[in-house]
């Protein structure tokens, strides 16, 4: 569905400047996700960060030229021939009043769809109930917010018959913009938990905030044994019919009993019953949400039971694996529509390896649609022109046949995985980056093991949304032009520098910073292209901080006249240096009381270096009793770096704060802060967790009953007092499991439960005690991470966390993901 400029302008009000024709098919807020420039609005969002008017001249020449915009670009009809401009006071607002007008077109069933936990998985599998019956329209991903709403309404289109769409609050208030936009008539409640529960004054008040967007629903659907929902649904005089489900009460709408992963129901007097591929509690609760909705749409007993077994579990994020030969594997095998395939090749093309590396798209038939097979490759073959795809591998008798849709240079089409997994084309492949996109039946899983870089079985996950969440946290502090340097030295305090410098960069975080050239050499050759300090620029190292861009920490006269020599042999001039003080570190670092003068005469004589920024570092910014001293510090900071600057007559950055004094002295920003542990994850003043970066997994490997009278490990430490159940999984000393830890001194989670370390640990191997927990080889265990604070162990081990993160050693295989 398309509207013209005209209609749009109408719609949302907006004073229009400039008069081409023009015809709106997509929405954007994002410049990263433009795809089809001539028919894109785009929307220039104000945010606390960021401006989306800095990106209209970059997108103006990438060929869009429709805009919403609060500002017009004053000389616009000189610059921006061609195009439109909407103005309207909030370019927000617009695009929900837009979003709103969009939804009014439709008389269909609309199901919203909130809660704290399971909404995107309910909407998930919704759509795989319901798509086989009839054309859904769902939100992309967790598409949940006060933008991605609108967005996700957008896409309803003539053939839409029913709509799932995610509204997710995390302040008072929301809901209700999110209610207008949607405007549901069947409103779905998944659970209430304590996700953003900060910003609410307690539970019940955030269930009514979420019940707002039942309002005018004709259904609402909700679990009735949670007694919180229930009184607040009670509170909330609800006209429309009310289906609680429960366990307990046989009078409910909707009465369950549930056995394993078996579920009979008894459903407003129709009886039934299926089964799912799956038996945790939350499978269940949401396979019970998923079966009321169905059934309120006139899905019949039969059908649910013959499509609830082939559920298939839902990826929250498609999985980026480092492969063999050069590659990037992205893998989303859990769907097989168009909508997700243009999902995929969107978020490959965010990915920062794609620079100047081959597109491959590895591609099985698609399932699950009403479309002729050749209209439906076609549309393929279109999207991945679009998307910029160089090569095209199709796998599957349907898509083989249709070959000649796909539009492309170079395709190769196989029967099936095997015939692939043997061809040429497989073995040759390489440098590329790869998305893999198969429905399940074809089992791609074999691709990607065959590909990817074998693992050993303990790994340390990393959670890249995670370390955006603590960005924007720390963030918040600041004011917009405060700019941040990030530190990733010792690997990214553990979790791996090259991805996180990736995710930083596509965040636009001004510096980062390393220890030591050679790390800085990595991210460049890993295509990092931001600004990146050297803290310990050793003297061997001039040569590398020249070749590679790398801007050097200058702390002693030494180590500057060494490094002036070298530029001038080198030519070089202007190399941009970071100055440090010392403050009351009495670590490395100039004097503020005697070395100033010095130091600028210093500067002022030679051409070769010039000063970018000059700082100092807090001794005890985390801890209240050194208040005074952190007062004392940034007093002398402040005064020498402020005669410092006053020498020079360009703009010489000042800085001070790390994580701790981000929090605790804001009003000492200054130009920039340098965030550490705080991005990981640790709060350095209370030793909170914020949002959890990293985890450190591992597998049980053998289970085996150990009589009481037996000893566990080397030295015969392990005592037992019973009988007991005793795993070992794999991982020692030697890959950061600190000794100390053993003895049941600390413990690690296997399904859920504490099992203590028992006996030594020794250097590949540790034994736990799993005599209370029921759980099986292969099974996973947490070290810790997202379940297990990581300070659970720092304490244990008398020390701070950095030292636990940074100590996971080399060898234990980093996995990242992001959304
Ligand atoms: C490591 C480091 C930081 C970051 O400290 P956190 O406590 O992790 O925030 C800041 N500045 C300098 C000079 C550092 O070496």
Known sequence: MTYTIEK??????????????????????????????????????????????????????????????????????AQFADANFLKVPSPLAALQRLAERHRDEFDIPVVGITGSNGKTWVKEWLYQILSPSMKVTRSPKSYNSQIGVPLSVWLLNEQTKVALLEAGISEPGEMLALHDIIQPTIGVLTSLGSAHQENFRNMDEKCMEKLQLFRNTETMIYPSDDDTVSRCVRRSQYQGDRIGWSRFNDKAPMYVKTEGSHVSYVYKGIEGSYDIPFIDEASIENS??????????????????????????????????????????????????????????????????????????????????GESSAELYREVS???????????????????????????????????????????VFKSMRDEIVLLKGARPFGFERISDLLEQKVHETILEVDLNAVVDNLNYYRSFLKPETKMVCMIKADAYGAG???????????????????????????????????????????????????????????????????????????????????????????????????????????????????????????????????????????????????????????????????????????????????????????????????????????????????????????????????????????????????????????????????????????????????DIQCEEGDSVEIFGKNLPVTVLSDVLETIPYEVLTSVSNRVKRVYFQD
């Open 382 to 424: 279109e999207l991945i022109a679009k998307r910029g795809i160089d090569r095209f591998v199709g796998i599957g008798p349907e898509i083989s046949s249709q070959a000649a849709q796909i539009e492309i240079g170079q395709k190769w089409f196989f029967a099936n995985v095997d015939d692939f997994v043997q061809s040429s």
């Open 497 to 771: 520098a090259v991805e996180i410098a990736k995710t930083l960069q596509d965040h636009r975080v001004d510096y980062l910073a390393v220890a030591v050239a050679d790390e800085g050499v990595t991210l460049r050759k890993a295509g990092i292209t931001q600004n990146i300090i050297v803290m310990n620029p050793e003297m061997s190292s001039f040569k590398t901080l020249f070749d590679y861009d790398l801007e050097p920490e200058v702390y002693s006269f030494r180590l500057m006249n060494a490094l002036v020599k070298a530029a001038r042999h080198e030519g070089i001039t202007g190399w941009p240096v970071h100055i440090k003080l010392d403050t009351g570190m009495h670590r490395l670092g100039f004097d503020p009381k005697k070395d100033i003068d010095e130091l600028i005469d210093s500067l002022k004589h030679q051409s070769a270096i010039i000063p970018r920024s000059v700082f100092s570092h807090f001794v005890g910014s985390d801890s209240d009793d050194f208040d005074n001293f952190s007062a004392t510090q940034f007093r002398v900071f402040d005064e020498a770096s402020q005669k410092i600057q006053g020498a020079f007559s360009h703009k010489i950055l000042r800085h001070i704060d790390n994580s701790a004094g981000i929090e605790h002295f804001p009003e000492r920003q200054l130009d920039m802060c340098r965030l550490g542990l705080g991005l990981y994850g640790v709060d350095p003043r209370t030793n909170n967790i914020l949002s959890t970066v990293s985890t450190l997994k591992t597998t049980i490997l053998q289970l085996r009953r150990v009589p009481k009278e037996e000893t566990v490990g080397y030295s015969r430490k392990g005592k037992l007092e019973r009988d007991s159940v005793i795993a070992a999984i794999p991982i020692g000393y030697a890959d950061g499991l600190n000794r100390k830890l053993g003895n049941r001194h600390c413990y690690c989670l296997v399904n859920g439960q504490k099992a203590e370390y028992v006996g030594n640990i020794c250097m590949d191997v540790a034994l736990i005690d799993v005599t």
């Open 8 to 77: 749009v302008a109408t719609l949302i009000g907006a004073r229009r400047y400039g008069e081409k024709d023009a015809t709106i098919g997509w929405l954007l807020t994002d410049s990263r996700s433009l795809c089809f420039p001539e028919q894109t609005l785009f929307f220039a969002l104000r945010t606390k960060r960021n401006d989306g008017h800095k990106y209209i001249s970059e997108l103006y020449r990438r060929g869009v030229r429709s805009f919403v915009v609060e500002q017009v670009p004053e000389d616009y009809q």
């Open 288 to 369: 019970i949400t998923c079966a009321t909705v169905a059934l309120t749409l006139g899905l019949t007993p039969e059908e649910l039971a013959e499509r609830m077994p082939k559920l298939e579990p839902i990826a929250m994020r498609l999985e980026v694996k480092e492969g063999q030969r050069g590659l990037t594997l992205i893998n989303d095998s859990y769907n097989s529509d168009v909508n997700s395939l243009d999902i995929a090749l969107d978020f490959m093309n965010r990915r920062p390896e794609q620079e100047g590396k081959r597109k491959t798209l590895i591609l099985s038939d698609i399932y699950q649609t």
